[in-house]
Nanobody
Framework: QVQLVESGGGLVQPGGSLRLSCVAT????????MNWYRQAPGKQREFVAR???????YYADSVAGRFTISRDNAKNTAYLQMNFLKPEDTAVYYC???????WGQGTQVTVSS
């Protein structure tokens, strides 16, 4: 059974940083492309970043240059390092296996002064 557990969110001031983690079980993580999405209140779920099984990353234009996606296959974990955070980054962040509709509980990121 697929399980995804996001963590690492919190309250941070504009310009600050957070690192999100996603621990995945129930599938072969090593060969799975992993995505990060986010959803702000009143908005649709938005793609943030993707990392392939070979660790090739891809980013939404809104976060490119500020966020870095990575993975540790030995720990079945995907990460999202978020730097230079902006108020518009405020959202619940979710991880997801590419091509599936399984989601964890998400982790809240709030960027506010």
């Amino acid at each position: 059974q697929v399980q995804l557990v996001e963590s690492g969110g919190g309250l941070v001031q504009p310009g600050g940083s957070l690192r999100l983690s996603c621990v995945a079980t129930g599938f072969i993580f090593t060969v799975s492309t992993m995505n990060w999405y986010r959803q702000a209140p009143g908005k649709q779920r938005e793609f943030v970043a993707r990392i392939s099984g070979a660790s090739s990353p891809y980013y939404a234009d809104s976060v490119a240059g500020r966020f870095t996606i990575s993975r540790d296959n030995a720990k079945n974990t995907a990460y999202l390092q978020m730097n230079f955070l902006k108020p518009e980054d405020t959202a619940v962040y979710y991880c997801n296996r590419e091509g599936t509709t399984s989601w964890g509980q998400g982790t809240q990121v709030t960027v506010s002064s």
